[in-house]
């Protein structure tokens, strides 16, 4: 087993819940792919899975990191393409899971995040001293829409604590969400 | 004077150097607009400057933030007009000051940030500590393309640490280096 725990990301297109709370499928955003994978790279996770059921879409992502890993974006732009080496897409939260196992050995721990979450949230500093103490994989979930679906909350092994000030304003894109989450489990707070 | 100190931000298009080290005007991104608004708006800031000199972009920026301040996007999505209404255009980095003068009786601190920084660095604990002892407006620079040019980081009062691993990759999108940016400032680490 490697030493320092894994981080491993997860954007879910789908189960996800739009505005009014219906289960969907979002569409897939170019911008979160490219923010994404250079933070993940940044910081150092493992992987990062963009995932949707949908097969047009996953053609439509498949061309895009092409691209950038191997056509003309990888020679016009080298640090995107090594960000990109850790992107890849993926049809379900399963698949995730099995590929995760695969590669490291471990079951993934699945972290949950969201804006909505008050009740039985774990804190960042908490859920540090975990990952230090008994190491392992851990798969960070993140939602687009309005958020992720109760069928994927409910297999949380950890509901991480919401960003932002609790009960103000509290809006942040995805894309922002992961560079900050990243940056508190990697540097403390 | 008011208390807590206030934060500012700015996202400049020009003066910044593209890859060749050449001085240029970079495009306005629709995104970066969106989700720089909503950071500012978690995070508290007072008011988020996108500075361009050209004029159609001053006017497409415009346009954008009338969309979600008081056309259909206001309706449609309240949060967004919320976070909107701290988003203003600017020709160039002495508007943004004078702005500031304006609204807050304060000249503010200017605080550079980006990526390539090492000498003369400020660490965000100090920075922090500086803005709640001394109080005052802090005007936090980012750039884009590939960062801000020397005529710029000439009139830093402070240069912040960047963020990510020293040594490694280090490549967050500026919409990403804001949010994490403001989540030390206000949350410490």
Redesign the interface.
């Known amino acids: 087993m490697k030493i320092p725990p894994r981080l491993y990301i997860a954007l879910l297109h789908h189960p996800v819940y739009d505005r009014r709370g219906q289960v969907v499928t979002t569409a897939v955003t170019n911008?979160d792919i490219?923010?994404i994978s250079?933070?993940s790279?940044?910081?150092?996770a493992e992987r990062f899975y963009i995932v949707t059921p949908l097969e047009q879409q996953k053609a439509l992502v498949r061309k895009i990191l092409r691209h950038w890993k191997e056509g003309p974006g990888a020679l016009y732009n080298p640090?995107?393409r090594?960000?990109f080496g850790l992107a890849e897409v993926k049809g379900s939260l399963d698949e995730v899971i099995a590929d995760i196992f695969e590669r490291d050995g471990c079951r993934a721990r699945i972290v949950v995040t969201g804006a909505r979450f008050s009740a039985g949230v774990i804190g960042f500093e908490e859920l540090r001293r975990h990952m230090a103490s008994d190491g392992g994989a851990y798969l960070l979930l993140f939602g687009t829409g309005s958020g992720l679906a109760g069928e994927v909350t409910g297999r949380a092994d950890f509901i991480l604590e919401p960003?932002?000030?609790s009960g103000?304003?509290?809006?942040?894109?995805v894309?922002?969400?992961?560079?900050?989450v990243l940056?508190?489990l990697r540097?403390?707070?």
Chains 1, 2 share one sequence.
């Open positions: 911008l490219h923010d250079r933070s790279k940044t910081y150092g640090s995107r090594e960000a960003l932002g000030n103000g304003y509290n809006h942040l894109s894309r922002s969400a992961v560079a900050v940056d508190r540097h403390g707070r």
